[in-house]
């Protein structure tokens, strides 16, 4: 069911603006997020702008959001998770009946109903960056849930030809960004740098780049003069770069391709690609990408998890030891390439 | 302290989840987030464990899949299981001689 301006406005309470409607083609599925303001939609315009442009009435997820009081959790709610979440703060995630509840206390709230295919987010009028944070992410992956898409911390690369994408998956800090930087100057196609889609087709396990705005350090942007990025930095020297900017510097991928091959990323002090057994490969990525809670695995965790066996059962693996820096990078091209 | 005997009958604890692979398998414990590889022989093991066999089915069903004698069986899936069950991973269904309803 697709948002109607009639909803949106029964539902306000501090905002009276006509809606904002923003939707965005992920896949088979259809994604309609909207606002009061412009600003409110900023963080799922960095995350999927580039896959905008949809007619409304073809979504299959939609989204308010809106500013106002934040509401408590129902009392008989199930709690799944509470304590922070990196540069966020506190976070509790609660269950109850068929809705979840993500809540910043006192600054933000969503509360997403998978079975009524749609999700509310209350900002408070105090804390407009709420908007932006993890509340979107959390809400992206319910929609893909419904039609089977599991998102991976993962980058991609498609591989020359038509032979298919390549996953990097490494723990946050590791230097995927980097890493995928410069396998696409050596001549791999770019399809993200963080987060990959997966869905499962007939012939295999196909993944499809979500294009959220790269996250680039200031070492990253000094050993790739080629970006071109202007010296704004942030406290954590980084900055945000739109993926669509980093073109023609290097080509990007928009399809979903088959994945070919996996590849786990660690740093190490020579350059080295060796194969990597399944089971190691699903330990690393189960701990990377599947989130328990007090709780057991929620229906949806359950169903990463085994998405990602399959991907392990399927696609061959391969532990890649980079040195800090980039060298070696263009022989591993080479060989993925070969 | 739960003593696995050949009449002990195994269940996967409700928080575990085991994906089977070609060279082991991936047990995740939901409660906890703990993850644990297990080789081919463990997979083997566990794959056969269902609430309902004992011990000595499941080192019967391991002589059948590996060129191994039953007593060498025996005492390793006892040797396994004790790990198991001290992980969390599985827990006692019941020991089949302390059944009232047979």
């Given amino acids: 069911m697709c948002i109607s301006g009639d909803r949106d406005d029964a539902r306000m309470t501090s905002t009276r603006r006509m809606p904002i409607t923003r939707c965005y083609d992920l896949g088979p599925t259809r994604l309609a997020v909207a606002a009061g303001r412009d600003d409110l939609l900023e963080g799922f315009e960095r995350f999927l702008g580039e896959r905008g442009g949809l007619d409304s009435g073809a979504c299959t997820f939609s989204i308010t959001i809106r500013t106002g009081g934040v509401e408590p959790v129902p009392d008989d709610a199930e709690l799944l998770y509470s304590g922070p979440l990196q540069d966020e703060g506190d976070c509790s995630f609660a269950r109850a009946g068929q809705r979840y509840f993500m809540s910043f206390p006192g600054e933000a709230q969503m509360v997403i109903d998978p079975v009524g295919r749609g999700a509310d987010i209350v900002i408070s009028p105090d804390s407009p960056r709420r908007a932006s944070g993890s509340l979107v992410p959390i809400a992206v992956e319910y929609a893909l849930d419904l039609e089977d898409q599991q998102v991976v911390h993962a980058a991609g690369l498609a591989l020359p030809g038509e032979r298919g994408m390549v996953l990097v998956s490494a723990p946050s800090g590791t230097g995927k960004t980097t890493t995928a930087l410069a396998l696409a100057r050596c001549g791999l196609r770019f399809a993200a740098d963080d987060v990959m889609v997966l869905r499962r087709e007939r012939d295999g396990i196909v993944a499809w780049g979500l294009p959220r705005a790269l996250n680039v350090h200031r070492d990253t942007a000094a050993m790739m003069p080629w970006l071109a990025l202007p010296p704004e930095w942030n406290r954590l020297g980084e900055q945000s770069v739109p993926r669509r900017s980093i073109a023609p510097a290097v080509v990007l991928e928009d399809r979903e391709l088959p994945v070919a091959r996996l590849l786990l990323l660690q740093r190490g002090d020579r350059t080295a690609i060796e194969p990597l057994g399944a089971t190691e490969m699903l330990a690393a990525l189960a701990a990377d990408n599947v989130r328990y809670s007090t709780a057991g695995l929620t229906p949806l965790q359950d169903r990463r998890f085994g998405m990602l066996a399959d991907l392990a059962r399927q696609v061959p693996a391969w532990r890649l030891t980079l040195p800090e820096g980039l060298e070696g990078v263009g022989m591993i091209a080479t060989h993925l390439g070969e | ?102």
Wanted: charged share 25%; glycine share 8%; net charge negative.
């Fill in chain 2, 1 to 102: 302290m739960n003593v696995i005997t050949e009449d002990t009958v195994l269940a996967f604890r409700e928080a575990a989840s085991m994906q089977p692979l070609a060279d082991g398998a991936v047990i995740l414990l939901a409660d906890s987030g703990q993850l644990y590889t297990a080789n081919s022989t463990t997979e083997a093991i566990l794959r056969h464990v269902d609430g309902q066999r004992r011990v000595a089915d499941l080192a019967a069903a391991l002589c059948e899949e590996f060129d191994i004698g039953l007593e060498a069986a025996t005492a390793d899936v006892i040797e396994i299981i004790e790990r198991l069950v001290g992980e969390g991973v599985l827990g006692v269904a019941r020991q089949d001689g302390q059944r009232t309803d047979a």
